[in-house]
């Protein structure tokens, strides 16, 4: 006699993982106020209250996926820095795994530059406090650069505040199936940010600056 499957549950069909990486697709598309957790339900094809076995809140999802991404950028900067023993190779290396996360992960990196500001205490003086560490971190090679001589002499905020713009304009404009391959962008993008820090000296400046 054959035996028929049972039907899986929904307890078991879902998971924290496929919860979060529903709600990480819809944050990124519409934002996090524009996602009703009935929305993250139905991607899963579930019943909304059967989304808290696998979390807490949307606040909670949220504060995860920013604090994880948050946490894994300044990890991803301290490794790059510390295999190199220059200052132009530790800035090429650091603007690389930047830039690099950025076209690899862009659901992340949108919804952890756009949604920063709806995450609650103390969560988002934690992710503030790791982004102005990665700033800092990034500006302190610079400003090493520029006093050994190797640098132009320049506002050091602005070069770091640039590049790491730079890099966060990725997740919006790159695709799969362009043209450059992420690890070719991310190539180029540690090339320009040092162009950006040695200062163009072959080109003139305009009068008055």
Known sequence: MRRTSRPRSERETASVYSVRDAALTLFARRGFHGTALSEIAEALQIRTPSLYNHMTSKQGLLAEIVTTTSHQVWEDYRHAVAEQSTIEDQIRAAV????LRH?????????????????????????LELRRRHEHALRGLVEQGIDDGIFDRQPASLVSFAVLE???????????????A???????YGEFALRMARGDRTTSRPSGL
């Open 103 to 127: 076209a690899t992960h862009p659901r992340e990196a949108m919804v952890v530059n756009r949604d920063i500001a709806a995450l609650e205490e103390p969560t988002l003086s934690e992710v």
């Open 96 to 99: 690389y795994v930047y830039a």
């Open 166 to 180: 730079m890099c966060v304009s990725i997740a919006r404009w790159y695709r799969p199936d362009g043209e450059f």
């Open 182 to 188: 992420p690890e070719e962008i991310a190539r180029q």
